[in-house]
């Protein structure tokens, strides 16, 4: 097993020629996100809903595999005749962050579909008054979004490493995997968990020029939109912040009709974005939970 996951490096250690088929499932699993993440920006850049949900559906899979290892008797003798408890213990206390910012992005994703589907519906209806009133419960919920967000990454951040390093060389072979993929768990569940908390508090990438923007003034002023220079709106909750700029600047112009079109067609590409999420990041919450249950067996063992 040769992955590391790029919050921080993991120390290289020896396995052995021959792994168990569960360790061999684990590892193919972590490649798989090892891919996915090689793929993406850094960190600090937001990706698409439909990429979030990839990390999410492979990240549940690992959960299941690393499970799995955990229930073997190979695996159950070792941490048996190892006698520091204390990685399982680091290992406990860091799921705790993890669950707590995995519920703070289920809850907001919540809140962002109640909120996409009052736009879509007022822009059903096309009353002028009720749009301005959805758009600004919208732009208000954005704003603390982002705050909620950003303070959960915060935790993440923080919870970065946090794993000790024992003298591993004392401890036999299949432990020292045991530990490498508890370690590397926690790692890829604070890339994928940012991830989709840097997807709900995404920042607007729009400057303005001249004047206001009635629709969405809490949101950004717009008169004329500018792309920041090297930024793109590269997910769909920024896509739908630009279609509400536009159908602001053509409010009292021509085209308006198409505008409108184009705010359903990016309000209803988010509603499907979110619909999976929530269902990437429950499977996600329920295999984490059981991982608790499945650490705190081995601290009472």
Not at 110 to 127: A, D, N, P, T, Y
Not at 177 to 202: G, K
Not at 275 to 288: C, K, Q, V
Request: hydrophobic content about 40%; charged content about 25%; aromatic content about 4%.
């Amino acid at each position: 097993m040769n992955c590391s996951f790029g919050l921080h490096p993991v120390r290289s250690i020896s396995l052995p020629s021959r792994l168990h088929p569960t360790s061999l499932k684990v590892d193919t699993e972590f490649d798989k996100l090892k891919i996915w993440e090689a793929s993406l920006p850094s960190l600090e850049e937001s990706i698409s809903g439909q990429t979030i949900l990839k990390g999410l559906v492979g990240l549940a899979e690992l959960y299941n595999s690393v499970e799995e290892l955990l229930q073997t008797s190979r695996t159950q003798e070792s941490i048996l005749h190892h006698q520091d408890s204390k990685v399982f213990e680091e290992a406990l206390e860091g799921s705790v962050t993890l669950l707590d910012a995995g519920s703070c992005a289920k809850d907001l994703l919540s809140k962002m579909k109640e909120h996409v589907q009052g736009l879509q519906s007022s822009l059903r209806r096309r009353g002028g008054g009720s749009i301005q009133q959805d758009v600004n419960a919208y732009t208000t919920f954005r704003k603390k979004a982002k705050k909620d967000a950003l303070k959960c990454i915060r935790l993440l951040k923080r919870a970065e490493g946090k794993f000790v390093f024992l003298p591993l060389l004392e401890l036999d072979p299949h432990l020292l995997m045991v530990i490498r993929v508890l370690r590397e768990l926690s790692s890829i569940t604070n890339v994928i968990f940012r991830h989709l908390l840097l997807f709900l508090s995404t920042p607007s990438l729009l400057k303005t020029k001249l004047g206001g923007c009635s629709l969405i003034s809490k949101l950004m002023p717009v008169g004329l939109v500018v792309i920041e220079k090297g930024k793109k709106i590269n997910n769909e909750v920024g896509r739908v912040d630009v279609a509400l700029c536009s159908l602001s600047a053509h409010a009292r112009g021509t085209g308006v009709t198409d505008e409108v079109r184009t705010v359903q067609n990016k309000l209803e590409a988010l509603a499907v974005s979110i619909d999976g999420l929530e269902s990437g990041i429950d499977a996600a919450i329920r295999r984490l939970i059981q991982y608790r249950v499945s650490l705190l067996n081995v601290l009472t063992c």
